[in-house]
């Protein structure tokens, strides 16, 4: 059965770690050598029918059935190390960062995931955790990560709000693992402007394309134009590595730090066996501009640096003194 919930996340949100009922009374859960080969089995199986790329599917498909077959996983008694090692095992057999198991969310009465989401979504203040003006009008927006649209909206329309009268803006992607796309598409808005422009086209193991367009739903100014520079490491990934490969390839940012971790494509969840879950990358985008993606690859900066902040406001002085 494929769980309904879409996200663009190398791994799944904090909004959604996962806990089954066993575990939240404080006791590993085991797993019998039965249901190991049914998981193994329907791991193989899933990655044959849903992997965005069919060739490579059957690869990582077939390379998994030989490790499973060659007992590896027999001696995996625990649900969570057994979900450890498939997971460490597929990303090593396919480089891509969606490919792993995990546990599945809890089924109990007394836990309710909409309710932690949303309390995590106001921990972290829907993710817009910084927003300041610095001094020379340059402007900061620290974004955590790209939350649920429909609750996250109005923050990060109040935050685009209050720097849209600054000459600069710095947008820190470091550690953004993605998330949903509505936020970063809305940001993103801002430095687009006219007609509707074609971004990507997401091809799905369907068969199915999507096009992503600019759109002009924004609340407050435009900022084409102005100086934007994005902040990303080895963990910015998924949704903020789009937001920043897109503004990088059609020359509306200049992009700071280190590569970042290099997972394109977009996941779905599908149940196991034994209480556990998987994610399969269904869907990988395809940049307009440079017919390619940053899968496996990384966003590259433009100006490669371990401290981005301090570089990127260097940078930003020294282009006021010309």
Same mark, same amino acid.
């Given at each position: 059965?494929?769980? #309904?919930?879409?996200?663009?996340?190398?791994?799944?949100?904090?909004?959604?770690?996962?806990? /089954?009922?066993?575990?939240?009374?404080?006791?590993?859960?085991?797993?019998?050598?039965?249901?190991?080969?049914?998981?193994?089995? #329907?791991?193989?199986?899933?990655?044959?029918?849903?992997?965005?790329?069919?060739?490579?599917?059957?690869?990582?498909?077939?390379?998994?059935? /030989?490790?499973?077959?060659?007992?590896?996983?027999?001696?995996?008694?625990?649900?969570?190390?057994?979900?450890? &090692?498939?997971?460490?095992?597929?990303?090593?057999? #396919?480089?891509?960062?969606?490919?792993?198991?995990?546990?599945?969310?809890?089924?109990?009465?007394?836990?309710?995931? &909409?309710?932690?989401?949303? =309390?995590? =979504?106001?921990?972290?203040?829907?993710?817009?955790?910084?927003?300041?003006? %610095?001094?020379?009008?340059?402007?900061?927006?620290?974004?955590?990560?790209?939350?649920?649209?429909? %609750?996250?909206?109005?923050?990060?329309?109040?935050?685009?709000?209050?720097?849209?009268?600054?000459?600069?803006?710095?947008?820190?992607?470091?550690?953004?693992?993605?998330?949903?796309?509505?936020?970063? =598409?809305?940001?993103?808005?801002?430095?687009?402007?006219?007609?509707?422009?074609?971004?990507?086209?997401?091809?799905?193991?369907?068969?199915?394309?999507?096009?992503?367009?600019?759109?002009?739903?924004?609340?407050?100014?435009?900022?084409?134009?102005?100086?934007?520079?994005?902040?990303?490491? =080895?963990?910015?990934?998924?949704?903020?590595?789009?937001?920043?490969?897109?503004?990088?390839?059609?020359?509306?940012?200049?992009?700071?730090? %280190? %590569?970042?971790?290099?997972?394109?494509?977009? /996941?779905?969840?599908?149940?196991?066996?034994?209480?556990?879950?998987?994610?399969?990358?269904?869907?990988?985008?395809? /940049?307009?501009?440079?017919?390619?993606?940053?899968?496996?690859?990384?966003?590259?900066?433009?100006?490669?640096?371990?401290?981005?902040?301090?570089?990127?406001?260097?940078?930003?002085?020294?282009?006021?003194?010309?």
């Amino acid at each position: 059965m494929m769980l #309904s919930i879409l996200l663009w996340a190398v791994v799944a949100p904090a909004a959604y770690s996962q806990v /089954n009922p066993q575990q939240a009374k404080g006791g590993p859960e085991k797993v019998t050598a039965n249901e190991i080969k049914a998981v193994t089995d #329907s791991v193989a199986a899933l990655i044959e029918a849903h992997y965005v790329d069919k060739t490579a599917g059957a690869r990582i498909s077939g390379e998994f059935r /030989n490790l499973a077959a060659s007992g590896r996983y027999a001696r995996f008694g625990k649900k969570e190390t057994l979900s450890e &090692e498939i997971s460490g095992d597929l990303r090593k057999i #396919s480089n891509d960062g969606h490919l792993y198991v995990q546990g599945k969310k809890a089924v109990a009465d007394d836990v309710n995931w &909409e309710q932690i989401e949303q =309390e995590a =979504e106001k921990k972290y203040n829907y993710g817009f955790t910084r927003v300041e003006i %610095r001094d020379d009008n340059i402007a900061y927006i620290r974004i955590k990560e790209f939350m649920h649209p429909k %609750r996250s909206m109005q923050t990060a329309v109040a935050a685009m709000k209050l720097v849209e009268n600054s000459d600069n803006l710095i947008i820190d992607l470091r550690g953004n693992g993605g998330g949903y796309p509505g936020i970063m =598409e809305y940001v993103l808005n801002h430095y687009f402007e006219g007609e509707p422009i074609e971004l990507s086209t997401t091809r799905s193991s369907k068969g199915e394309n999507q096009v992503t367009f600019t759109s002009d739903l924004i609340y407050g100014k435009l900022r084409v134009g102005t100086p934007l520079y994005v902040l990303i490491d =080895e963990k910015t990934a998924s949704a903020a590595e789009y937001f920043a490969y897109t503004l990088q390839a059609f020359k509306k940012a200049v992009i700071v730090g %280190r %590569r970042s971790a290099g997972g394109a494509n977009r /996941n779905e969840y599908f149940d196991l066996p034994a209480g556990l879950r998987m994610s399969i990358s269904v869907a990988s985008p395809v /940049n307009a501009i440079t017919k390619t993606n940053w899968e496996g690859k990384g966003v590259i900066p433009d100006v490669v640096s371990d401290d981005p902040e301090q570089k990127t406001v260097e940078l930003i002085r020294g282009a006021g003194k010309k």
